[in-house]
């Protein structure tokens, strides 16, 4: 097996560090670095990894927005979400966007190792939690809604979380009460969901709050 140039992309230092010394003294480990933000991912990307182990929940990006970066870059790198989400739309996403491999954290080192090695192998490898989501929405593959929130969609799923009225958010978004019920009707929207409470279930099912 290749040895392989490895980029760790996670925040939480427990994690981070603990995979980062196990991976150190695998065999198939030529070097490996890490990054807990996008300030720290942005000055290691270009050093084309050939594979990225990202969470997909950073403070300031998220692992759509990783996908993105190496695509615009036109780089080969293999990337396998290491989550502890399971939102059908997240997973679906990720598939999207051209993940290799997804693995949940709470099945533990085996599991992202054995994926790993998948990858490595030319395989995209995804457990079978994955692959029944993937089963399930097969005949409403294109009708799953993207996860690209703008700024604006950010701020008020940030205030509806924090059970603002749309007068209060409108007050701090600077934005008239008629503009922020169309911003968050857009939202709902967006995302097909029926209600505030199912667009804020949307938003942390997925990540996104």
Known sequence: MKQQRILLV???ALI????????ESEPFVAEIEQASNKK??????????DLILMDFKLPD??????????????????????????????LINLLKAGVNGIVYK?????????TIEKVIDGESYFPDKVLKVIEKNASRWDEIPAMTLSFSDKEILRALCR???TKEMAGELKMTEATTETYRNRLMKK??????????????????L
């Not at 720290?40 to 990894?49: G, L, Q, S, T, Y």
């Not at 097909?192 to 990540?207: I, K, Q, S």
């Open 40 to 49: 720290e991912f942005n000055a290691v990307i270009d050093k084309n990894f």
């Open 106 to 114: 709470l099945d533990g080192y085996t599991e992202i190792r054995k």
């Open 163 to 165: 059970g603002l009225t």
């Open 10 to 12: 996670e925040d939480e």
């Open 16 to 23: 981070r560090e603990g995979l980062f010394s196990l991976l």
């Open 61 to 90: 990006i998220n692992g759509l927005e990783i996908m993105g970066m190496l695509k615009e870059r036109q780089m080969s790198s293999k990337v396998i979400a290491v989550t502890g989400l399971d939102g059908t739309e997240l």
């Open 191 to 208: 995302v097909n969901a029926p209600n505030t409470a199912a667009l804020l279930a949307f938003a942390f099912r997925n990540g996104l």
